[in-house]
């Protein structure tokens, strides 16, 4: 059973910096893209980052210079640091899995809250 596990939300001033985890089970992870996701009240969900099994990323022109997605195969484990975090990044934030072929999305974790604000 595929499970994916985000931590690291959590409540920060503005310029403030957090560094989000999405741990991996259930999958040979290292074959697997990973994205991270973040959904804000009233909005629909949008694509933050995308690493790729050989570790080339993508970003949201929104978070570009801002945050960066990593990987660690050994540990199963997709990290999104976060810097500079604007009112505007506050959401919940959620990573997937998908085939890194056919791009099909195995499976979401069940997201984790980042609010920025005084």
């Known amino acids: 059973q595929v499970q994916l596990v985000e931590s690291g939300g959590g409540l920060v001033q503005p310029g403030g910096s957090l560094r989000l985890s999405c741990a991996a089970s259930g999958i040979n992870f290292s074959l697997y893209t990973m994205g991270w996701y973040r959904q804000a009240p009233g909005k629909q969900r949008e694509l933050v980052a995308l690493?790729?099994?050989?570790?080339?990323?993508n970003y949201a022109d929104s978070v570009k210079g801002r945050f960066t997605i990593s990987r660690d195969n050994a540990k199963n484990t997709a990290y999104l640091q976060m810097e500079s975090l604007k009112p505007e990044d506050t959401a919940v934030y959620y990573c997937n899995a998908a085939r890194a072929i056919s791009k099909q999305v195995v499976s979401w974790g069940q997201g984790t809250q980042v609010t920025v604000s005084s």
């Open positions: 690493i790729s099994i050989s570790s080339s990323t």
